[in-house]
Nanobody, 124 residues
Framework: QVQLVESGGGLVQPGGSLRLSCAAS????????VGWLRQVPGKEREGVSC????????SYADSVKGRFTISRDNAKKTVYLQMDNLKPEDTAIYYC?????????????????WGQGTRVTVSS
């Protein structure tokens, strides 16, 4: 059963923007840390950003700091990833994941609940 549903991916030119959404379909996001990870073929899935379920604190990978912004709307059971100044190296499938564990980039790969991913392609 799909627990998280991602949307908002697509094709964008370098320097452009996209906003990804992650909606919880079977549970309430209150108290859950939610993170975004990405994966390209042949490489391991890497953490991009997360937002805490307890205090709303955020964390970002160095590669996206200053360009990506994560936010959440618990009433809508949705977490967003605003991606600006996109680069070709941001091309990947983006997944969201959720857990009651703290928001830490290194721990997100172990999160319990996952979506099926949305593809982001940055190309001219």
């Amino acid at each position: 059963q799909v627990q998280l549903v991602e949307s908002g991916g697509g094709l964008v030119q370098p320097g452009g923007s996209l906003r990804l959404s992650c909606a919880a379909s079977t549970f309430n996001l209150d108290g859950y840390s939610v993170g975004w990870l990405r994966q390209v073929p042949g490489k391991e899935r890497e953490g991009v950003s997360c937002i805490s379920g307890s205090d709303g604190g955020t964390s970002y990978a160095d590669s996206v700091k200053g360009r990506f912004t994560i936010s959440r709307d618990n009433a809508k059971k949705t977490v967003y990833l605003q991606m600006d100044n996109l680069k070709p190296e941001d091309t990947a499938i983006y997944y969201c994941a959720a857990d009651i564990a703290p928001c830490r980039i290194a721990n997100m790969i172990k999160y319990d609940r996952w979506g099926q991913g949305t593809r982001v392609t940055v190309s001219s």
